[in-house]
């Protein structure tokens, strides 16, 4: 039973989390009638432009991103090539509104592609606010993300495919037909699965490029509701519908998901047949161009718009220094929190899954520590927010809430991470440690230091990142006692005062890469993966 217990600790404290919220939200919604919601006209719009939005925003991510991943698979040496996966890493770790600032700097009416137009004697200018803008935004977060979740997949293809095919003479198109899209197809649905999700719970890139309720989401429903309207009712019923939504998207997507096949392949340095070929490589390279360009230029416009704006008075402010510290502090907390919990975890997966018969205990295990991806963070303040208001000063206690609930979301993001390495080093190393009774802290030293400190500098880094640009939890339970920095961002772009705004993004960005390569470097050590 001991090696079950911090598992079941981990899930009895977020199934407890999610039990509160849900309960604060069925108490709100009075006799809980989502018909008379779905009845009014606008609120039934608002889902409709919820999974529309999300719909398209995942079918563009995942367009350009098979080009892109299948000439970066295919251009395995090309000088830049590292720089650009490097770039494309970016936009997964970077704040959510410093990266909106940057789309707003290269697509706005004002923005450089406009400009361009204008100096070219053109008169047309580009409308970032609304479907159009909202499509930008989740295409230059998740393009990123769809590669680098396809690329291993390509990667992976056994070399003697490629052997094979050379000797057989096969082209391009019948490489793509034959080989690569029977592999790559049963990586798509469970990438475009995450990318939905997101979309589907974005908020920050709505609440800012929506441009008015014709544009709305549930998420930013929500938040109006609560912050705007306190109609706690409303916000209720919205909440457990998004849940429910998310639920049976989440459900359906591990039901139909295909398992991924594991090619027992040589690996050997064999190339491609047609890499040699002039119309791949300018395929290739116009491809990586593409990439580079719609990724680069909003990350090169946060720096010049930054470095331009009025950086000596506003790193004169108070304010900003306190909210960066806070930033700091609620981060550092929210990745520590996440870490005790992934390692809890993660310990009992092990246990488990090195015996015989708990496979299946296993599974539900880990399905529950990924319950924070069903369940959106504006639903869960709302809950916790409903539930609480009337029996204690809910916004005194908002740095507390903040790192929970951050600290709860970003557990499946540490559980992925260290799933695996402490897994491996149950069926490499138990026995012989147990044979030679090493335990306690000598096994912590000897046997599970040198193969997680990787792994758990790399899921503190990217918590710590996901936590510090976090505007969703901050929105709701924020004062200004403890506005964040990306609190204090976005009300600065919602005053209009954009020069402002550009120097305290670059502040927020380079806390969060300054963050993110301390605790990677820090806590995992500099050797190779």
């Given at each position: 039973?001991?090696?079950?217990?911090?598992?079941?600790?981990?899930?009895?404290?977020?199934?407890?989390?999610?039990?509160?919220?849900?309960s604060?939200?069925?108490?709100?919604?009075?006799?809980?009638?989502?018909?008379?919601?779905?009845?009014?006209?606008?609120?039934?719009?608002?889902?409709?432009?919820?999974?529309?939005?999300?719909?398209?925003?995942?079918?563009?991510s995942?367009?350009?991103?098979?080009?892109?991943?299948?000439?970066?698979?295919?251009?395995?040496d090309?000088?830049?090539?590292?720089?650009?996966?490097?770039?494309?890493?970016?936009?997964i770790?970077?704040?959510?509104?410093?990266?909106?600032?940057?789309?707003?700097?290269?697509?706005?009416?004002?923005g450089?592609?406009?400009?361009?137009?204008?100096?070219?004697?053109?008169?047309w200018?580009?409308?970032?606010?609304?479907?159009?803008?909202?499509?930008?935004?989740?295409?230059?977060?998740?393009?990123?993300?769809?590669?680098?979740?396809?690329?291993?997949?390509?990667?992976?293809?056994?070399?003697?495919?490629?052997?094979?095919?050379?000797?057989?003479?096969?082209?391009?198109?019948?490489?793509l037909?034959?080989?690569?899209?029977?592999?790559v197809?049963?990586?798509?649905?469970?990438?475009?699965?995450?990318?939905?999700?997101?979309?589907?719970?974005?908020?920050?890139v709505?609440?800012?490029?929506?441009?008015?309720?014709?544009?709305t989401?549930?998420?930013?429903?929500?938040?109006q509701?609560?912050?705007?309207d306190?109609?706690?009712?409303r916000?209720?019923?919205?909440?457990?519908l998004?849940?429910?939504?998310?639920?049976?998207?989440?459900?359906?997507?591990?039901?139909?998901?295909?398992?991924?096949?594991?090619?027992q392949?040589?690996?050997?340095?064999?190339?491609?047949?047609?890499?040699?070929?002039?119309g791949?490589?300018?395929?290739?390279?116009?491809?990586?161009?593409?990439?580079?360009?719609?990724?680069?230029?909003?990350?090169?416009?946060?720096?010049?718009?930054?470095?331009?704006?009025?950086?000596?008075?506003?790193?004169?402010?108070?304010?900003?220094?306190?909210?960066?510290?806070?930033?700091?502090?609620?981060?550092?907390?929210?990745?520590?929190?996440?870490?005790?919990?992934g390692?809890?975890?993660?310990?009992?997966?092990?246990?488990?899954?090195?015996?015989?018969?708990?496979?299946?205990?296993?599974?539900?295990?880990?399905?529950?520590?990924?319950?924070?991806?069903?369940?959106?963070?504006?639903?869960?303040g709302?809950?916790?927010?409903?539930?609480?208001?009337?029996?204690?000063?809910?916004?005194?206690?908002?740095?507390?809430?903040?790192?929970?609930?951050?600290?709860?979301?970003?557990?499946?993001?540490?559980?992925?991470?260290?799933?695996?390495?402490?897994?491996?080093?149950?069926?490499?190393?138990?026995?012989?440690?147990?044979?030679?009774?090493?335990?306690g802290?000598?096994?912590?030293?000897?046997?599970?230091?040198?193969?997680l400190?990787?792994?758990?500098g790399?899921?503190?880094?990217?918590?710590?990142?996901?936590?510090?640009?976090?505007?969703?939890?901050?929105?709701?339970f924020?004062t200004?006692?403890?506005?964040?920095?990306?609190?204090?961002?976005?009300?600065?772009?919602?005053?209009?005062?954009?020069?402002?705004?550009?120097v305290?993004?670059?502040?927020?960005?380079?806390?969060?890469?300054?963050?993110?390569?301390?605790?990677?470097?820090?806590?995992?050590?500099?050797?190779?993966?």
């Amino acid at each position: 039973m001991r090696p079950l217990w911090p598992g079941l600790a981990v899930l009895g404290a977020v199934g407890a989390l999610i039990a509160a919220a849900l309960s604060g939200m069925i108490a709100a919604a009075g006799d809980l009638n989502p018909a008379s919601v779905l009845a009014n006209p606008y609120f039934r719009g608002v889902i409709q432009f919820t999974l529309w939005q999300a719909a398209l925003s995942t079918l563009l991510s995942i367009g350009f991103a098979l080009p892109i991943a299948r000439a970066l698979a295919r251009r395995g040496d090309f000088p830049g090539r590292a720089l650009l996966l490097r770039l494309f890493m970016l936009p997964i770790v970077m704040p959510t509104l410093v990266a909106i600032l940057g789309v707003l700097a290269v697509y706005g009416r004002a923005g450089w592609i406009s400009e361009g137009i204008a100096a070219a004697g053109g008169t047309w200018r580009l409308n970032i606010y609304g479907l159009a803008g909202i499509l930008i935004g989740h295409v230059f977060f998740n393009l990123p993300l769809a590669v680098r979740l396809l690329l291993p997949v390509w990667e992976g293809i056994p070399e003697e495919y490629w052997r094979l095919a050379g000797q057989l003479g096969m082209r391009s198109r019948e490489l793509l037909r034959m080989i690569e899209w029977p592999l790559v197809s049963r990586a798509i649905p469970g990438t475009a699965g995450v990318i939905f999700m997101l979309c589907f719970t974005s908020f920050p890139v709505v609440l800012l490029l929506g441009g008015g309720p014709a544009a709305t989401t549930m998420e930013v429903a929500i938040f109006q509701s609560v912050r705007f309207d306190f109609d706690l009712e409303r916000a209720a019923v919205l909440a457990l519908l998004q849940i429910g939504i998310c639920g049976l998207l989440v459900g359906t997507g591990f039901m139909l998901m295909p398992p991924l096949p594991r090619g027992q392949g040589l690996r050997r340095a064999v190339p491609r047949p047609d890499a040699a070929a002039r119309g791949a490589r300018l395929n290739d390279g116009v491809w990586l161009a593409f990439g580079l360009l719609f990724v680069g230029l909003p990350i090169l416009a946060v720096f010049i718009h930054g470095f331009q704006g009025p950086v000596a008075r506003v790193l004169g402010e108070a304010n900003l220094w306190r909210a960066a510290g806070l930033s700091l502090l609620f981060a550092l907390g929210a990745s520590a929190v996440s870490l005790i919990l992934g390692i809890g975890l993660s310990d009992t997966l092990r246990h488990l899954r090195f015996r015989r018969y708990a496979h299946r205990r296993a599974a539900m295990m880990e399905a529950g520590g990924s319950l924070m991806l069903v369940v959106p963070p504006l639903a869960l303040g709302t809950g916790l927010y409903v539930l609480l208001s009337p029996h204690l000063d809910v916004l005194a206690w908002a740095p507390l809430f903040v790192v929970t609930i951050n600290a709860c979301l970003c557990l499946p993001y540490v559980l992925r991470s260290l799933e695996e390495p402490m897994q491996l080093i149950m069926e490499r190393h138990d026995r012989l440690a147990r044979s030679l009774g090493i335990r306690g802290f000598d096994r912590l030293r000897l046997v599970e230091w040198p193969v997680l400190r990787r792994p758990l500098g790399r899921a503190a880094a990217l918590s710590a990142a996901l936590a510090v640009g976090d505007l969703g939890v901050i929105a709701l339970f924020g004062t200004p006692q403890t506005a964040t920095l990306p609190l204090l961002l976005y009300q600065r772009l919602a005053a209009y005062q954009f020069d402002a705004a550009a120097v305290v993004a670059l502040v927020l960005l380079g806390l969060c890469l300054l963050l993110f390569i301390a605790l990677e470097r820090g806590l995992g050590g500099h050797g190779r993966a």
